[in-house]
């Protein structure tokens, strides 16, 4: 069965960066769009970032644009979403998420998800 396990969440300071992997296991990784996502407490699941699979193109929230980084190793089978000059506003539970097709940034279309890993971003 496909597994998606995030890993590298944590707590931060302000201005810190944490990097995010996610690995995937049970599909064929390649051919998958991948994407993250977060979750606030109390609010609803939002996009990150989304990555493609045909030529690596990617697409960013404006909230995130410019200080963080979505890339994938297909040799490795694992995602990853670097995260610099982190603020408090980003503390969240980080999901990754996998389809078949072209990247899109509306998380009802994506047809795996991992468990997430949390963020806590602190003053």
């Known amino acids: 069965q496909v597994q998606l396990v995030e890993s590298g969440g944590g707590l931060v300071q302000a201005g810190g960066s944490l990097r995010l992997s996610c690995a995937a296991s049970?599909?064929?990784?390649?051919?998958?769009?991948m994407g993250w996502f977060r979750q606030a407490p109390g609010k609803e699941r939002k996009f990150v970032a989304t990555?493609?699979?045909?030529?690596?193109?990617?697409s960013y929230a404006d909230s995130v644009k410019g200080r963080f980084t979505i890339s994938r190793d297909n040799a490795k089978n694992t995602l990853y979403l670097q995260m610099n000059s982190l603020k408090l506003e980003d503390t969240a539970v980080y999901y990754c998420a996998a389809r078949r097709g072209v990247n899109r940034i509306v998380a009802s279309v994506y047809d795996y998800w991992g468990q997430g890993t949390q963020v806590t971003v602190s003053s």
């Open positions: 049970g599909l064929t990784f390649s051919t998958y769009a």
């Open positions: 990555i493609n699979w045909s030529d690596d193109s990617t």
